[in-house]
Structure formats: structure tokens, C-alpha cells
């Protein structure tokens, strides 16, 4: 199990490494596709499902509105990070008013609660990881930049880890998660702001135009890590409320889409709002 989970998990980096080195179009027919699994394991986590077992119209209309969101995401990034940033407003609320139309005219086929699931779903999947795409193709220096959304993840839950096996004693969440504690919360933490400060001084500071203050990346990396800790429990409550271990079996040894991205989902927006609003800051001065 160990082997498999080692071997498939060092293919994923490989495969994550390749495919944002070269971004453009790339790039976002593989974030579209793994958005597009991360919204059907969502959904079918959740029973999002109409009377029968196939894919109901509410996933049909998620994954049509996914395919829709990045087309319109990718045409409009063309035009400046602004306009892209308000197209995905546009879509969402599209996406919104779609799935309403499904709820009034398939009623009473479909609850309520499954309407605002299939909306929470795609906001989750799709809309999160999309955030990724605006870092690597809409900011100057987005080749650089967007590993700091991996050091925020994978990064911190290494370090987390580490020092969980090593000093953790104190649980942290035990009906949530047994086995994490305190202490590795602790050292996710603080191993990401250290490796925040360590790539912005080797690499951010010296091969690009940009200028990143270390205790701007340090608060960047605690926060990065904070929300990513967050976005692994919240999938993990997903999975215990509705009484799966995984979302699927797409990665051996790991799960589906949602088990390995579940922390990236979540510190791809805060990365990009962070490093956006230092941009901003910067070009006032």
C-alpha cells in the first residue's frame, strides 16, 4: 500500500510539475478535466442524484456550466486579469440561475438541499481550483508564482507530517481526524512560512521582477498553510457525513481527485487574493 501510494503520488508531482511548467492551453484543459472529476465525486458523495442511478440533470448541468466557466475563463484572461475576474462572476451567477431552472421545472423531482449541494459542489471543484489557472497565466511571473500554492499544501502537510509522527501527542480534531495533532498543525505551519521565505529569497527575489518582502511571504505561507489544513478537514467531514472513506479511485493509494487536491483547492484562492492585493499595494507606492 505504502509503495503504491509512494509511486503514484511521485507520478502525480511529476505529471503537476510538467503540465504548469508549460501552461496556456494545456493547462487549462487539465484543470478543466480534473475540476470536472472533482465535481462529479462531490456530487456523487453527496446523493446528488435524481430517482434513478444515472447522472442526474443537476450533474449534467454542473458539468456543462464547468465547460462553459473555464471556455469563458480562458478567452476573457486574454483581456486582463480584471476582466476575467468579473467573467467568472458572470458564469457563477449563471451557473446559479441554471440550476434553479432545473429545481422549477423538474419539481418536485429534486430537494432543495440537493440544488444548493450541486452550487456548493461546483463553486468547490470547478470555481477553487480555476484559481490555479488565474495565478499561472494571469499575474506576471505566474510560472513562478503558482508553487506557492503547492508549498502552501503539500508542502505544509509534509512538514505537518514530519512532526506529527516525530512530537505529536495532543489530538487535534479527533472525531474528524485521529491521527492529526496539535503539534503537526503546529510544525504544517511553521515549515510553511519557512519554505515561503526560503523560495521567495533563492528564487521569487532573484530570477523574476518581482519583489516580495520575507515577512510578506512568511504571513503569506502561515495563512497558505492555516486555509489548507481547513480545506483537508472539510473534505474529510464530506466524506465522514455521508459514511465513505474516499472519494474514488482514480490515484491508487490516495483516493479520487478530491482526497489529493482537497488542501490545493482551497490555497489557490488565498495565494492568488494574497499576491494580488501586494500587487496592488505595490503599484500605489
Known amino acids: 500500500m505504502f509503495r503504491t501510494r509512494l509511486l503514484s503520488g511521485i507520478l502525480l508531482v511529476a505529471i503537476a510539475l510538467a503540465v504548469l511548467l508549460k501552461g496556456g492551453a494545456l493547462l487549462a484543459v487539465v484543470l478543466f478535466l480534473v475540476s470536472l472529476i472533482a465535481y462529479q465525486e462531490l456530487t456523487a458523495a453527496c446523493k446528488v442524484r435524481g430517482e434513478e442511478m444515472d447522472p442526474s440533470s443537476l450533474v449534467k448541468v454542473g458539468c456543462v456550466m464547468t465547460l462553459v466557466y473555464y471556455g469563458a475563463l480562458g478567452l476573457s484572461l486574454g483581456f486582463g486579469i480584471w476582466i476575467a475576474c468579473s467573467t467568472m462572476v458572470i458564469v457563477i451567477v449563471a451557473a446559479f440561475l441554471a440550476f434553479l431552472f432545473v ?96 523560495y521567495t529569497y533563492f528564487v521569487i527575489n532573484r530570477y523574476t521582477g518581482i519583489a516580495l518582502s520575507l515577512p510578506f511571504a512568511a504571513i503569506l505561507g502561515t495563512v497558505g498553510a492555516l486555509i489548507s489544513m481547513v480545506g483537508d478537514l472539510a473534505a474529510s467531514a464530506v466524506k465522514r457525513d455521508h459514511g465513505i472513506k474516499d472519494y474514488g479511485k482514480l490515484i491508487p493509494g490516495h483516493g479520487g481527485i478530491m482526497d489529493r487536491f482537497d488542501s490545493v483547492i482551497v490555497a489557490a484562492p488565498v495565494v492568488f487574493i494574497g499576491i494580488l492585493i501586494r500587487m496592488m499595494m505595490s503599484a500605489r507606492v
Not at 512538514?159 to 472525531?175: D, E, N, Q, R, S
Open 103 to 198: 429545481y422549477v421545472f423538474a419539481f418536485p423531482k429534486y430537494h432543495a438541499d440537493q440544488i444548493m449541494t450541486a452550487m456548493f459542489s461546483f463553486f468547490y471543484g470547478p470555481v477553487m481550483l480555476s484559481f490555479l489557472y488565474l495565478l499561472r497565466e494571469g499575474m506576471d511571473e505566474g510560472i513562478y508564482l503558482v508553487w506557492f500554492v503547492f508549498l502552501a499544501s503539500w508542502g505544509s502537510d509534509t512538514c505537518a507530517y514530519c512532526v506529527g509522527v516525530l512530537i505529536g501527542k495532543h489530538k487535534m480534531t479527533p472525531k474528524l481526524s485521529p491521527k492529526k495533532s496539535v503539534e503537526g498543525a503546529v510544525g504544517g505551519v511553521a515549515g510553511a512560512a519557512l519554505l515561503f521565505v526560503l
